[in-house]
Each structure stands twice: as C-alpha cells, then as structure tokens.
C-alpha cells in the first residue's frame, strides 16, 4: 500500500508496451506470417525456379530491417511470429515425413545409403568442429552444421527446439544456410560438364549436397526429369537423418542437464524427452506413407499444407534475425557457412564417383 502523501508511481512505458502485446496474443504476428507466405507463393509462381521458402526466408528479414515494418515484427506481432517459428515448424517437419518411403530408400541400393551416411556424418561433424574453432557464438555451430547436413532451415528449426537455442542463433544459421542454399541453384549446373556427372548422377550429387527440399527441386530439375527423380530421393534419405539426429541431441541435453545438477535435475525443471514428439510424428508419417493406403490427392494436399506451414515459419524466423548483430559476426559466419558448402559439395561428389 502507498504511503500517505505518496504519488502513485506511473508504469514504465516499457511494462505497457510489453503487456499490450500479451495482451494482443499471437494473431497479428500470424497474420504478418500469413502475408507474408501469400506474397511468397505469388513470387514463386511467377518465378518458378526460386522456391518459395527461400523467398519466405528474405521477406522476413526484410520486415525485421524496413522502418515501416521493424516496430511491429518486433513487438506487437512477435508472440505470433515466435509462434510460427516454433509451433507451425513442428507440424511442418512431421508432415514432411509424408513425402519418404522406406520402399523408396531400399530401391536405391546400399552403396547410396552409405554414401548419405558419409556425406552427413563428415559435413555434420566437420561444420560443428569448424564453427567452434573460429569462434561463432551460442549454438551457431550446431545449428549450421545440422542445416547443411540435413535439410537446411527445417533441420535448424527442428533442432533449435530440442537443444533451447536463442533465437537469434537459430535465425542467424537460417539466413547463412539459406543463403548458400539459393546460391547452388545458380552455380551447380554449371559444373556438371566440367565435373563430367551424368544426369543421374548430377541428380544424386545435388541431392546429397543441397540444404532444402525446394532448392534441390529448382537445382536438380535443370538437367531433366532422370537428375530430378534422383535428386529429390537421395535428398529424402538425408531428411530420415533428421528423427536420429534429434533423438540423439535430446539425449546428450538430458546427460548434460543431469550432469549440471549433480544428477538429478533441478526442483520443477522439465527435461526434454528423449524422442520429442513432433519427430515421433514424423517416424510415424514415413511409416503411414510406407503402407501405400494414402491416395495420391491426400499426399498432394499434405505436401503443399507443409510448404506453407514451413513458409511462415521460416519467414517468423527471418523476422529475428538482427542485421547489426549479424554483421558483427557476419565475416566468421560467412566463412563457416563456405567450407561447410565447400566440404558438403566434395565430399558428396567423391560419393558419386564412388557409387557409379
């Protein structure tokens, strides 16, 4: 109770804004990301050979740095822009799981397994060691090393979840990931004579090497309709990667969680589960699409459910990513994110050469 005579205090400007925007909820931010999607899906169906998650990537960034659009993707809209990150990129990766088939990857062969293998564990291991040599803060390196060894921004968004990652970490991995990703839709093509690939196997290398789905799409589809079919299989293969890798992330913050409080976690603290569930639901998805039961028309109406799923998110990942901060470290960045393309693409051509 105020003392007599005492003038009320007024409340802080900033404890005013911050309880309007709970109070806002998350719906402008998810129409900001719903707009967002709509002018992405109109881009890439007027340029087809740039995929619409990558654009959805640029138009957040862009709303986070644009005077007209900075104040609100910063505050009003962000509980719903963190939303879509967070919760519309989960139900994205499981429904990912809908476009592999266990029959699929046992019709490559096992020479094509193990080269994903390869390709995966080397790029994985390599960009993680890399990143934390030159220094790259937070969980930057893990986070780089899952997108450029599995499958770009929707690896990164799967794995920020499971390990705790800060925002910033994660959209700044999803900025130089896409980055590098876009650009291989430009130089890829160009080396396939000069490396002396076939369709085939200029298919396979670009599945093996390229971060997302639609970037190996638009990549893969310049040599014809043999590079795309391989192209987009071996690039599924890398996908299943994602369920072990998030599994096997869980249980080494659980280990370490325990570990910090002498064994047993601290009073109250939810530890993550050793398989989270929205990668339980994408097992589970490969399983259903496994059985051949769903028609064609269900497969289709998922697929393109989960590219805008994805798209929002990754445009509310866009919106966190703060360009000042970046370009601090924008030069280690830079440079993590070249030898991971670098290490990814050869390592992957050797695979191909290896299993003609």
Same mark, same amino acid.
């Given at each position: ?45 007027? !340029?087809? =050979? *740039?995929?619409?998650? %990558? &654009? /959805?990537? $640029? #138009?957040?960034?862009?709303? @986070?740095?644009?005077? +007209? ?35 699929? !990857?046992? =019709? *490559?062969?096992?020479? %094509? &397994? /193990?080269? $994903? #293998?390869?390709?995966?564990? @080397?790029?994985?291991? +390599? ?42 970490? %994660?959209? /700044?991995? $999803? ?56 192209? $987009? ?124």
């Amino acid at each position: 109770m105020a003392l007599l005579g005492q003038r009320p205090q007024k409340p802080a400007p900033a404890r005013i804004a911050r309880v309007r925007v709970r109070a806002a909820g998350p719906w402008p931010g998810l129409a900001l990301a719903a707009a967002g999607v709509a002018v992405a899906a109109g881009i890439h169906r007027l !340029v087809p =050979g *740039v995929p619409m998650l %990558t &654009v /959805a990537v $640029v #138009l957040g960034l862009a709303a @986070a740095q644009l005077p +007209g659009t900075r104040m609100w993707a910063g505050g009003r809209a962000r509980p719903g822009l963190t939303f879509a990150a967070k919760r519309l990129m989960r139900v994205g990766v499981v429904l990912l799981g809908l476009k592999l088939s266990l029959r699929d !990857v046992l =019709g *490559v062969g096992w020479g %094509t &397994v /193990a080269m $994903v #293998l390869v390709v995966v564990a @080397a790029t994985f291991f +390599g960009t993680w060691w890399l990143g934390r040599k030159l220094g790259l803060p937070g969980d930057q390196p893990l986070l780089i090393a899952t997108g450029y060894s599995i499958c770009g921004a929707s690896a990164i968004g799967a794995v920020s979840d499971v390990s705790r990652s800060e925002e910033r970490d %994660t959209a /700044a991995s $999803v900025a130089v990931v896409t980055l590098c990703g876009t650009l291989a839709i430009a130089v890829l093509p160009l080396l396939q004579g000069p490396l002396g690939l076939s369709d085939a196997e200029f298919g396979r290398w670009v599945g093996a090497s390229v971060h997302d789905v639609g970037q190996v799409v638009a990549t893969a589809q310049t040599a014809g309709g043999d590079a795309l079919g391989e192209g $987009v299989l071996v690039k599924l293969m890398r996908v299943a990667m994602l369920a072990p890798l998030v599994a096997g992330l869980a249980l080494a913050v659980r280990a370490r969680g325990a570990r910090g409080a002498g064994g047993a976690g601290a009073p109250g603290e939810r530890r993550p589960p050793l398989v989270p569930l929205f990668v339980a639901g994408f097992v589970a998805m490969v399983a259903v699409r496994s059985t051949g039961w769903l028609p064609g028309a269900v497969l289709d109406g998922a697929a393109v459910a989960q590219e805008l799923l994805l798209a929002a998110a990754l445009f509310g990942l866009g919106s966190a990513v703060d360009l000042r901060s970046l370009v601090r470290t924008g030069g280690r960045v830079g440079l993590v994110g070249l030898c991971a393309w670098i290490l990814v693409g050869g390592v992957s051509y050797a695979g191909v050469c290896l299993t003609r």
